[in-house]
């Protein structure tokens, strides 16, 4: 098991950049698959991003490819989420999540992220 602490959410324009960043605890960091999720007010939970152990491969849900970058650092057991061109329909509460096999088990506790108009 991992425990996840995601930060860097805030309040901002249209069109503008906000770096999540999510500290996980634990030595075995590494062996986890990591990925971002998102859940606005009144929808399902939805997949954003994804990166494998390694860093070597990355997935992205439609709606942010070419905008989003996720990235992680072994050393540091960190994962981020770069979000660029923002719009207010990423307006969500991101959370980031770790799984070990076939699923992920372990969640953090979310950061507020909110685009104006």
């Known amino acids: 098991q991992v425990q996840l602490v995601e930060s860097g959410g805030g309040l901002v324009r249209a069109g503008g950049s906000l770096r999540l960043s999510c500290a996980a605890s634990?030595?075995?960091?590494?062996?986890?698959?990591m990925g971002w999720f998102r859940q606005a007010p009144g929808k399902e939970r939805e997949f954003v991003a994804a990166?494998?152990?390694?860093?070597?491969?990355?997935y992205y849900a439609d709606s942010v490819k070419g905008r989003f970058t996720i990235s992680r650092d072994n050393a540091k057991n960190t994962v981020y989420l770069q979000m660029n061109s923002l719009k207010p329909e990423d307006t969500a509460v991101y959370y980031c999540?770790?799984?070990?096999?076939?699923?992920?088990?372990?969640w953090g506790q979310g950061t507020q992220v909110t685009v104006s108009s």
């Open positions: 990166i494998n152990r390694s860093g070597g491969d990355t």
């Open positions: 999540a770790a799984r070990a096999r076939s699923n992920y088990d372990d």
């Open positions: 634990g030595r075995t960091f590494s062996s986890y698959m």
